[in-house]
């Protein structure tokens, strides 16, 4: 059966699309961390914490997650315009999805500690 869509690679055997798929990873792992850092922060407020922790974890979101990310997917424009091999991308692009979603899942936990830290201070 022909696919609708011409030229969409299977499974990731054209080069040309890789930082489309990590583009697209990006971009669900931003709405992700953002979902649980607004989570993990309202529910660490509730109990009681100073709500300083909140705006801080939405300034770092700002200031360093966006950054980062946008950093990230210039990285991989660069190496899908590249020389690598299929192969060679396809083992780079997992090592960088286990990092990205591996930190859009634990740092919004990491303010857990630092909220206590505060209360104890404070």
Same mark, same amino acid.
């Given at each position: 059966?022909?696919s609708?869509?011409p030229?969409?690679?299977? %499974?990731?055997?054209?080069s040309?699309?890789w930082?489309?798929?990590? #583009?697209?990873?990006?971009?669900?792992?931003?709405?992700?961390?953002?979902?649980?850092? /607004?989570?993990?922060i #309202?529910?660490?407020?509730?109990?009681? %914490?100073?709500t /300083?922790?909140?705006?801080?974890?939405?300034?770092?979101?700002?200031?360093?997650?966006?950054? %980062?990310?946008?950093?990230? +997917?210039?990285?991989? +424009? %660069?190496l #899908?315009?590249?020389?690598?091999?299929?192969?060679?991308?396809?083992?780079?692009?997992? /090592?960088?999805?286990?990092?990205?979603w591996?930190?859009?899942?634990?740092?919004?936990?990491?303010?857990i500690?630092?909220?206590t830290?505060?209360?104890?201070?404070?």
């Amino acid at each position: 059966m022909a696919s609708i869509f011409p030229g969409n690679p299977v %499974a990731g055997h054209s080069s040309r699309y890789w930082h489309r798929k990590m #583009s697209n990873n990006l971009a669900w792992a931003l709405v992700l961390f953002t979902g649980l850092q /607004i989570c993990v922060i #309202s529910g660490v407020v509730a109990t009681g %914490a100073s709500t /300083i922790l909140y705006h801080l974890g939405i300034a770092v979101l700002i200031a360093a997650v966006v950054p %980062a990310a946008r950093g990230m +997917e210039r990285r991989w +424009e %660069a190496l #899908s315009q590249g020389d690598l091999s299929t192969p060679r991308l396809a083992a780079l692009f997992r /090592i960088d999805q286990l990092r990205l979603w591996g930190a859009a899942l634990f740092l919004p936990l990491a303010w857990i500690p630092l909220g206590t830290l505060f209360d104890l201070i404070g």
